[in-house]
C-alpha cells in the first residue's frame, strides 16, 4: 500500500497527491518506520496548503511525540489544529487527543476542560 502512495504522490493531482502523501506516511508510522514517517508529517505540516492532511499529519506526528514522552511537543503540535479546523471530526479528534496529552502531563483540569468543550460542540 506505501508504494501506491508513494506513485500518487508524486503523480496524481494536487488534492489526490497530498492525501496519498499522508496514506505513505501513516504507512511508515503503522510498519512502523517513525522516522521517515516523521519526516513525511513534516513535508505535509509545513505545506501551507495542505489544508485537511497537513492537520491530519499534526495529529499523527503528535501521537508519535507523545509515544516518545514528548508531551509538551505533542500538545504544541495538537493546538494549531484545534485553532484552524474547519471539518469537525477533525476538530473533534484534536480535543481528544489534547485531552488525553493534557492528562498525561499531568494536567487534570484542562484535559476534563477539553472533554467537556468537546462535549458541547458534538453532543
Excluded: C, H, N
Excluded at 505513505?24 to 501551507?48: C, N, V, Y
Excluded at 487534570?108 to 476542560?113: G, V
Amino acid at each position: 500500500a506505501r508504494k501506491r502512495y508513494e506513485r500518487l504522490a508524486v503523480s496524481a493531482p494536487r488534492v489526490l497527491a497530498l492525501e496519498a502523501q499522508y496514506g505513505a506516511a501513516l504507512s511508515l508510522m503503522r510498519e512502523p518506520q517513525l522516522a521517515p514517517a516523521t519526516a513525511e508529517f513534516a513535508r505535509l505540516i509545513a505545506d501551507p496548503e495542505s489544508g485537511r492532511w497537513g492537520q491530519l499529519a499534526r495529529l499523527r506526528a503528535a501521537e508519535i511525540r507523545a509515544g516518545a514522552g514528548e508531551i509538551e511537543p505533542a500538545i504544541a503540535l495538537v493546538r494549531p489544529v484545534l485553532a484552524a479546523a474547519q471539518e469537525p471530526e477533525v476538530k473533534d479528534e484534536a480535543s481528544l487527543s489534547l485531552a488525553g496529552l493534557l492528562a498525561r502531563k499531568p494536567d487534570l483540569p484542562a484535559a476534563e476542560a477539553e472533554l467537556r468543550e468537546l462535549l458541547t460542540r458534538s453532543p
